[in-house]
């Protein structure tokens, strides 16, 4: 299973990201966390410590692999270059373990304007390509903020987009948004997750106003979650009300996908 957690800035989704991969691990499944927000920040939702963390570099700024499995040449541009890297040994030899939890940090390719084609980003393409098409594991993609980043290549390959939005009407504009994109980019299976609810009535108006979008549950505004991230540490061995709510998302989401199959 392949699932990808999007949505606009600050909304909660590596909170949910890092929640589900706990939980799917805790239940057995093979987890494989992939940090694909340049401002990455997972480890911390997963319960990996900075220090731990330190000696991790993002793929995207490891030159000399680039070049190795690329062929190219660090700091050279222009030159020819493998389009099909190896990389199915990447995930084994790049990742970070913690509570069965594989964390990998993708990092981000600076490209100049016009969608030049790099080493780096051919790189990232590849492995993410072998994770979602070649992979048994359980995948959960912590995307960007922002829904236009999704590709098409990453939108097709997912069983599911989860897309976490905040009460407000804000977000009866973003399922908007949702839906609009989901059909652009073919996506079947596309999922809100309610972060932040403060009253059942909130979660109400906003369940309302989504109009046939399939909704999985809700998280419950809690400062334990705020308070184990200032700490950097993760919400899922903080409090046992949000474990509860990502195990309810979770349960919901793969009665959709057993339903949809
Ligand atoms: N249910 C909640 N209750 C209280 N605080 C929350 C809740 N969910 C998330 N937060 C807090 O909101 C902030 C943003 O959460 P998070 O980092 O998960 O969002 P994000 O969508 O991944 O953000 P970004 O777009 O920056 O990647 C964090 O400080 C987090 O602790
Ligand atoms: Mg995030």
Redesign the pocket.
């Known amino acids: 299973m392949k699932i990808a957690v999007t ?10 990201a890092g929640g589900l991969a706990r939980l799917l691990a805790d239940e057995g499944m093979n987890v494989i966390a992939v940090d694909a ?1 340049p ?1 990455a ?1 997972l480890a911390s ?1 997963l319960g990996i410590s900075a220090e731990e963390m330190a000696d991790v570099a993002p793929i995207a700024d490891m030159k000399e692999l680039v070049a190795e499995r690329t062929g190219s040449k660090p700091g050279t541009f222009g030159t020819y270059f493998k389009m099909n890297p190896k990389v199915d040994d990447l995930p084994e030899a790049l990742s970070k373990v913690h509570d069965g939890v594989r964390l990998l940090v993708m990092g981000t390719v600076k490209e100049g304007g016009g969608g030049c084609v790099c080493p780096e980003s051919v790189m990232l393409k590849a492995l993410l390509q072998h994770l979602l098409f070649a992979r048994d594991d359980v995948v959960i993609l ?1 995307m ?2 922002g829904l236009e980043h999704l590709g098409r290549g990453t939108a097709g390959a997912v069983d599911a987009m989860i897309v ?1 939005i905040e009460p407000g009407m804000r977000s009866v504009q973003t399922a908007n948004t949702i839906r609009k994109l989901a059909s652009d980019l073919k996506v079947q299976r596309i999922y809100v997750v309610l ?2 609810v403060q009253s059942p009535e909130e979660e109400a108006i906003v369940k309302d106003k989504l109009d046939g979008l399939p909704y999985l549950g809700s ?5 334990n ?2 308070r ?2 200032l700490e950097g540490t993760s ?1 899922y061995d903080a409090d046992p009300a949000f474990v509860d709510e990502v195990r309810a998302i979770k349960e919901a989401l793969f009665q959709e996908l057993e339903r949809d199959s």
């Open positions: 949505g606009k800035g600050g909304v909660g989704k590596t909170t949910l927000d401002d920040n939702s912590d960007e903020a976490v972060n932040k998280i419950t505004y809690n400062h979650i705020r184990s991230d919400p």
